[in-house]
């Protein structure tokens, strides 16, 4: 696995077999790679519907949703409590 394991001054350096390095670097493509910096400030399951939908849409400048595409983005387009108050 690895070729060889340092550690100096509180810090591990780890460098990789080249075997299996490349597919190390494949792993990217297979994984979403998230920001912890904002995801970490989420306070709702919301929030992470939201950040995926968005970081698909990448490069979309302009984004347009009607209340009811919001609704079911959300998953509570059957919800009689969200229905009475965010649809009148």
Do not use: C, P
Not at 31 to 55: E, M, N, P, Q, R
């Amino acid at each position: 696995m690895f070729q060889r394991i340092h550690y100096k001054e509180g810090k591990f350096e780890f460098e990789w077999s080249n075997s299996l390095l490349q597919h190390i670097l494949d792993l990217k493509d297979n994984f979403v790679l998230t920001d912890l910096a904002i995801t970490s400030k989420f306070k709702s399951g919301f929030s992470w519907i939201l950040y995926d939908f968005l970081k698909g849409s990448y490069g979309a400048w302009h984004k347009t949703l009607s209340k009811e595409e919001v609704m079911r983005l959300f998953n509570v387009e059957n919800r009689q409590t969200y229905i009475k108050t965010h649809l009148n």
